[in-house]
């Protein structure tokens, strides 16, 4: 059987991390790479490691490793084997994990906080393809291809032993089916979240209702939280009621920062504040949301001020 390992956090809201590839950008990393963050997981993966610390100090519970954009496929387009590519995901999961016990060790940051756990980032089939597409989920591909596509790559990730797997950005109800049927046939001891991205109030970037692709998780404990990530902020109120309305797991929600992302040049435009994100944080909490953090665009800075309110 499984463990849940949001359970240590009973009825408290708990606080996600914030985006890992544009807090690197700024720290000085080229991301202009196929394998996006997981690019810097060979060449400076202290630099995960110190992002992941901050997002502790800053008030994270939980720490997303960089391997959303990890794959077999896509590191052996750099030349890497099968041996390489299992060892860099597994590196991924240990960076956190370096953070989580470093940050851990100093006991006044126990006051008021749980031990914080570290999810095991799982990208869709989309973001090895580098070309937007998990943005639209029109892949092409039957279930058991995304399952043959995802069981490795779980297998690997799991190896470290993270707290959990997060499958985010999952934007069709095929790819979250395909996902949780390979933790009930191949893991069963792992938990995990889905979260989607969606295009609207209503709809998976692909078009399918949330409320029908939610619906069919219903079936798979090993889910232990659904919800919206790499969206925008506007929409997640009335997402986040469809979920409630939908499911008694637990909810989580991390839009992007409410700057706009341009899949074509690959670029962000408008601006954001992190005192107005985490003022419409209170909205989502509101709405259902106990697990609340960022997605893309966004930093420690407004992961802080999120934690400010959402503790206090």
């Known amino acids: 059987m499984f463990a849940n390992p949001f359970a240590r956090f009973q009825d408290a809201p708990v606080v996600l991390d914030g985006a890992m590839a544009s807090e690197l950008e700024r720290r000085g990393c080229d991301l202009n790479d196929a394998l996006w963050s997981a690019r810097v997981l060979i060449e400076q993966p202290e630099l995960i490691r110190q992002v992941h610390f901050d997002y502790f100090v800053a008030g994270a519970d939980v720490a997303t ?49 749980q031990q914080p756990l570290v999810a095991a ?5 989309g973001a090895m393809l580098a070309d937007g597409s998990e943005y639209r989920g029109d892949y092409g591909r039957s279930e058991t291809e995304l399952m043959d ?7 690997a990730l799991l190896a470290a032993a993270p707290d959990l797997l997060a499958c985010e950005t999952i934007p069709c109800a095929v790819e979250a089916r395909a996902i949780a049927r390979v933790l009930q046939q191949d893991f069963p001891q792992a938990a995990a979240w889905i979260s989607f991205s969606c295009r609207d109030e209503a709809n998976l970037s692909d078009g399918t209702p949330l409320l029908a692709a939610v619906a069919e998780l ?3 404990p090993q889910i232990v939280a659904v919800g919206v990530n790499c969206t925008a902020p506007r929409h997640i109120v009335p997402l986040l009621q469809t979920l409630a309305a939908q499911t008694g797991k637990r909810l989580l929600t991390y839009p992007n920062s409410g700057e706009a992302y341009d899949a074509v040049t690959k670029t962000w435009h408008g601006s954001s504040d992190p005192l ?24 420690p800075d407004d992961i802080r001020a999120l934690a ?5």
């Not at 980032?121 to 089939?125: L, M, Q």
């Not at 400010?308 to 206090?312: A, D, E, I, K, V």
């Open 121 to 125: 980032s799982v990208g869709p089939y």
């Open 276 to 299: 107005a994100f985490a003022e419409a944080a209170r909205q989502w909490r509101l709405a259902g949301a106990s697990c609340i953090g960022g997605c893309c665009r966004t930093s």
């Open 149 to 155: 596509f995802h069981r490795p790559r779980i297998a």
């Open 218 to 220: 219903e079936a798979y």
């Open 308 to 312: 400010g309110w959402l503790r206090g």
């Open 65 to 113: 490793t960089a391997s959303y954009q990890a794959s077999f496929s896509g590191f052996a387009k750099r030349g890497l084997d099968e041996a390489a590519a299992a060892e860099l995901m597994q590196r991924s999961v240990q960076l956190a994990q370096q953070a989580r016990d470093e940050f851990w060790a100093d006991a006044a940051n126990h006051a008021g906080r």
